[in-house]
């Protein structure tokens, strides 16, 4: 049975998707680029979700984000299965998107420590990946920082499996987390951006040290979206729940997590979600309003639902 995942409002997370066999079929492309930025703005304004970093890699994506309302799971599910369907139809493809042996990973950031580091982490994951010596030179999405100040990123329609039409494209709306709005917006962005040229700096020195070198922005370009890495992830890695960097932080991280494992955890108000069983087909219907209906026909498992290309996994929301 999948662990159950605990769903509060206003809470920070580090999102990673990994593509079916580890396939590059988001390989960076205009399509690509437009069909995510189009989900991911419909998605956020339809489930309200603050996005502080994105990169779309060729095989996964990583986003940094605060759930306002405590909805993560229904805004992975659309995301997941509006990209889904419009990639399949771009790449030609019948089987799965995202790989089905796994699910996405939500890890929350309980510090203001770790939000900057994952922010770090997300915007030089290209730099680390060894494909690019910046990640401003990787040619797929990728936005951080400097898209708080924009007012908004413009996400026109993909055309692609969603209707034309004449209202306006919807904007996606950068903001910086809450745990770092303490500080000045541009010193911030200052600081994130020589804390990232840092990183990337050591990265480099890294790769040197192992005599291997950066693949390029053209080598990138020229992968098939149906390769795939040579080397293997190594079997039995770890998928965090959160994250604290300090160690106070950790420790009530760690009692949070248990009281709720245990049943002992306090709901913040009487709503409280238990997933149900979906099929492919009816869940996008089923997943409609403040309040879960339970579908007819399917049998009612506890703490497990599919969503079509998203493995939508067990989750209790209090809110």
Request: proline share 7%.
């Amino acid at each position: 049975m999948t662990t159950a995942r605990c769903i509060l409002a206003d809470k920070t997370y580090f999102i990673t998707r990994r593509c079916s066999d580890r396939r590059f079929f988001l390989k960076p492309d205009p399509v690509v680029a437009g069909v995510f930025l189009y989900c991911l703005a419909v998605a956020a304004v339809r489930h309200g979700i603050q996005i502080h970093a994105v990169c779309v890699m060729s095989n996964h994506y990583h986003l940094v984000l605060t759930d306002v309302r405590g909805e993560l799971p229904l805004f992975m599910a659309w995301l997941n299965r509006h990209t889904a369907i419009c990639l399949k139809i771009h790449r030609k493809r019948a089987g799965d998107l995202w790989a089905a042996s796994e699910k996405y990973s939500a890890v929350e950031l309980v510090s203001a420590e770790a939000v900057w580091k994952y922010i770090i982490y997300t915007l030089a994951n290209p730099t680390k990946a060894g494909l690019v010596r910046h990640g401003r030179d990787w040619p797929g999405l990728l936005l951080g920082p400097d898209a708080w100040h924009r007012e908004a990123v413009e996400a026109p329609h993909p055309g692609l499996f969603f209707k034309a039409s004449t209202e306006p494209a919807p904007v996606l709306r950068m903001v910086p987390p809450p745990t770092l709005t303490d500080r000045e917006p541009q010193a911030l962005v200052a600081e994130l951006s020589i804390a990232l040229e840092e990183r990337e700096g050591d990265i480099a020195a890294e790769l040197a040290r192992e005599g291997r070198r950066f693949l390029g922005r053209r080598a990138v370009l020229r992968q098939r979206p149906y390769d795939r890495p040579s080397k293997n992830n190594p079997p039995g890695t770890r998928n965090p729940v959160f994250a604290a960097v300090t160690a106070e932080a950790r420790r009530a991280a760690v009692k949070a997590l248990r009281s709720f494992r245990s049943g002992t955890a306090t709901p913040t108000s009487a709503s409280v979600r238990v997933s149900a069983t979906r099929s492919s087909r009816r869940a996008p219907g089923a997943w409609r309003g403040d309040s879960v209906r339970r579908s007819r026909r399917a049998r009612p498992r506890p703490r497990t639902a599919r969503v079509d290309e998203e493995h939508f996994d067990g989750w209790v929301a209090f809110r």
